[in-house]
């Protein structure tokens, strides 16, 4: 969580996948401009720069 908090601070436009802690995600980050939710691993990626993977 804590990437997700500083890069939405910094403004970055975040597209997310994670079947897995979604839900959990969307209760501390709502879905808005900035914050987008995706089902498919795929789109998440369409039009993306990055790519970050982050495992415990």
């Known amino acids: ?21 979604m839900n959990n995600f969307k209760l501390s980050f709502p879905e808005e401009v900035n914050i987008k939710y995706f089902k498919n691993k795929y789109e998440s990626l369409k039009d993306s720069d990055a790519l970050l993977i982050v495992t415990d």
């Open 1 to 21: 969580m804590y990437i997700v908090r500083k890069l939405d601070e910094t403004g970055a436009n975040l597209r997310l996948y994670d079947p897995k802690a």
